[in-house]
């Protein structure tokens, strides 16, 4: 059982700290009491997540390796899609916090916004592009949209209404992360490789794998220029 607002005792924040990925992306229902479970496979990361709630219809599922990807391009570059997050509220329980800080207009001055929905959805876009025969890149773009069906609270009415019963009044906030690595091929004899980026340190034999960098203007520029 994980309490709304006011708890310190969230379940995307226990699964952030146990490794437990599906859970960790359960942000959507920090601000509602919840019922969750999961599951989580050590041996390959492989997670999903459950919660609910029955007296104000909040339901939500995260997976993580788990449901295939969906393809979108086999020829350079590839492309495909996972599900990671779905959820839906007839309560609007569900909450989404802008990544920055936002200007609404008037006097006040730009914070993160906070916003209520109906309907959430998370999801990932992969690209990966060979650069090198032992250099590729990869872009991982984490993709978040909450809908407001009643941003008014004068009732939501279907969007497929006619007439004077025509819905008027919808909202929804789209977030976006873009997150890029780098991978690089097993040598048998160097004992390092300098990655083609004046900022980065040498990179041992014993450690390759798949490195987390964060994309700068000036590291795409000496990127293209070195290769």
């Known amino acids: 059982m994980f309490a709304g607002d006011g708890s310190d005792d969230k379940l995307h924040q226990l699964g952030d700290d146990m490794g437990i990925d599906a859970c960790a992306n359960m942000q959507v229902v920090s601000a509602t009491d919840v019922v969750a479970f999961g599951f989580w496979k050590k041996s390959n990361g ?10 104000s219809h909040t339901y939500a599922f995260a997976q993580v390796g788990i449901l295939p990807s969906i393809p979108l391009s086999k020829a350079a570059p590839e492309m495909s899609v996972t599900i990671d997050v779905v959820a839906f509220s007839l309560e609007k329980q ?15 001055s730009p914070a993160e916004k906070q916003v209520p929905g109906h309907v959430f959805i998370q999801g990932t876009l992969s690209v990966a592009l060979q650069l090198k025969d ?8 984490v993709c978040k949209l909450i809908m407001d069906m009643d941003p008014g609270n004068d009732g939501a009415f279907s969007p497929f209404a006619e007439g004077s019963n025509r819905q008027t009044d919808w909202a929804f906030m789209l977030l976006r992360r873009c997150q890029a690595r780098i991978a690089l091929a097993q040598r048998q004899n160097p004992r390092f490789v ?34």
């Open 134 to 141: 032992d250099l590729s890149l990869a872009l991982e773009v």
């Open 46 to 55: 492989k997670s999903l997540c459950m919660a609910f709630n029955p007296c």
């Open 194 to 227: 300098r990655l083609p980026l004046r900022h980065c340190r040498h990179v041992r034999a014993g450690e390759w794998g798949r490195l987390r960098l964060s994309v700068w203007r000036n590291y795409l520029a000496e990127l293209g220029q070195a290769l």
């Open 94 to 108: 569900l909450q989404s916090t802008s990544l920055n800080k936002l200007w609404e207009g008037g006097s006040a």
